[in-house]
């Protein structure tokens, strides 16, 4: 690999339209030697549209990363998590290119490598891909990335029905720690797929284990709200929401427990049916404008004091 800087990023929704010309210059470089002209408009007519990746981009559901190289886009993929037969999660890898200009300069492994770890982030134990029959160049790859064929596939091109190979391998990278969470999180580098309520939860436990009551507010507040600008590409940030999980967090806190028994022991916090917050707020109160700008007292019952170790402080509301 040449001494060119390689960073990975996760695209937000205004990154759309850059997004979708790269896509389709290099889904054309791979397959319009194999393909009639017919199917290949027809396939990027309904696939590559700047609505459609935007619509991608958004999703909560879907893993989007970019690679790039100083600062030239060299590398996409794509990716969803799902349930395995066998229960457990397994990411399903529906598209990973390296454009063509970049093929053998040893860019493509550190690109998986890094769709690995963010495999880790979403507690995917495997990986899964499909990979065309008639592309010796990428399954050459993918098996030297430890995939091994599993079955097969029909994939539906335009007038014609293809033949994939359905290929897997386990996750190599090994599982977020909270040090690694919150650096990633805090670095904008957490992908948008991952930032779950579990995550929001751990996110306050963490700075909790290290920080005072008031610090650990102070740094979730607005951590989310740049991770909402910056990686989702929104404004949206609910102040009253966000303070009042805090506190319920901090209000179940023990210093001398991981979080995996923490979670265990405060399960309802973890719930979104019932959501715990509204035992103390009613839903039109959450829902108003004022709740979302600035903090207000629940209506239903008042929030536990916040404990950190042995100490208890009372949330100063401002």
Same mark, same amino acid.
């Given at each position: 690999?040449?001494?060119?800087?390689?960073?990975?990023?996760?695209?937000?929704?205004?990154?759309? @339209?850059?997004?979708?010309?790269?896509?389709?210059?290099?889904?054309?470089? =791979?397959?319009?030697?194999?393909?009639?002209?017919?199917?290949?408009?027809?396939?990027?007519?309904?696939?590559?549209?700047?609505?459609?990746?935007?619509?991608? *981009?958004?999703?909560?559901?879907?893993?989007?990363m970019t690679m790039?190289?100083?600062?030239?886009?060299?590398?996409? +993929?794509?990716?969803?998590?799902?349930?395995?037969?066998? #229960?457990?999660?397994? *990411?399903?890898?529906?598209?990973?290119?390296?454009?063509?200009?970049?093929?053998?300069?040893?860019?493509?492994?550190?690109?998986?490598? &890094?769709?690995?770890?963010? &495999?880790? %982030?979403?507690?995917?134990?495997?990986?899964?891909?499909?990979v065309y029959t008639?592309?010796?160049? &990428?399954? %050459?790859?993918? $098996?030297?990335? #430890?995939?091994?064929?599993?079955?097969?596939?029909?994939?539906?091109?335009?007038?014609?029905?293809?033949?994939?190979? @359905?290929?897997?391998?386990? $996750?190599?990278?090994?599982?977020?720690?909270?040090?690694?969470?919150?650096?990633?999180?805090?670095? #904008?580098?957490?992908?948008?797929?991952?930032?779950?309520?579990?995550?929001?939860?751990?996110? &306050?436990?963490?700075?909790?284990?290290?920080?005072?009551?008031?610090?650990?507010?102070?740094?979730?507040?607005?951590?989310? +709200?740049?991770?909402?600008? !910056?990686?989702?590409?929104?404004?949206?940030?609910?102040? =009253?929401?966000?303070?009042?999980?805090? =506190?319920?967090?901090?209000?179940?806190? $023990?210093?001398?427990?991981?979080?995996?028994?923490?979670?265990?022991?405060?399960? +309802?916090l973890l719930s979104?049916?019932?959501?715990?917050?509204?035992?103390?707020?009613?839903?039109?109160?959450?829902?108003?404008?004022?709740?979302? $700008?600035?903090?207000?007292?629940?209506?239903?019952?008042?929030?536990?004091?916040? !404990?950190?170790?042995?100490?208890?402080?009372?949330?100063?509301?401002?």
């Open positions: 690999m040449s001494s060119r800087t390689c960073t990975f990023r996760y695209p937000s929704p205004l990154d759309a @339209v850059p997004l979708v010309d790269f896509a389709s210059r290099c889904f054309v470089a =791979t397959y319009d030697h194999q393909n009639t002209p017919d199917n290949i408009a027809t396939y990027l007519a309904e696939h590559f549209q700047p609505s459609v990746f935007e619509r991608l *981009l958004r999703s909560r559901s879907h893993l989007v790039w190289l100083d600062e030239a886009l060299a590398g996409y +993929a794509v990716a969803q998590r799902s349930v395995d037969d066998d #229960g457990t999660y397994i *990411l399903d890898i529906e598209r990973f290119y390296v454009a063509s200009d970049y093929h053998g300069g040893g860019y493509a492994g550190p690109f998986m490598e &890094a769709l690995d770890r963010s &495999a880790a %982030a979403l507690d995917v134990e495997r990986l899964r891909l499909g008639e592309n010796p160049r &990428a399954i %050459a790859f993918y $098996r030297k990335q #430890g995939f091994e064929i599993i079955g097969e596939q029909t994939f539906t091109f335009g007038s014609e029905a293809q033949r994939d190979w @359905v290929m897997a391998r386990s $996750r190599r990278s090994p599982a977020f720690t909270d040090t690694d969470f919150i650096a990633a999180f805090l670095d #904008g580098a957490w992908p948008a797929a991952a930032w779950t309520h579990a995550a929001h939860v751990r996110l &306050a436990w963490t700075l909790l284990a290290a920080h005072s009551f008031e610090e650990t507010l102070k740094t979730v507040k607005a951590a989310i +709200a740049r991770y909402n600008r !910056v990686v989702l590409a929104s404004d949206a940030y609910h102040e =009253t929401l966000t303070q009042a999980f805090v =506190t319920l967090v901090a209000s179940e806190f $023990r210093a001398d427990e991981a979080f995996t028994a923490f979670c265990q022991r405060a399960s +309802a979104r049916s019932p959501f715990v917050v509204e035992h103390y707020y009613s839903p039109e109160l959450l829902a108003s404008d004022e709740a979302k $700008r600035r903090f207000v007292e629940p209506d239903r019952a008042t929030l536990p004091p916040p !404990v950190v170790g042995d100490n208890r402080s009372r949330l100063v509301h401002s």
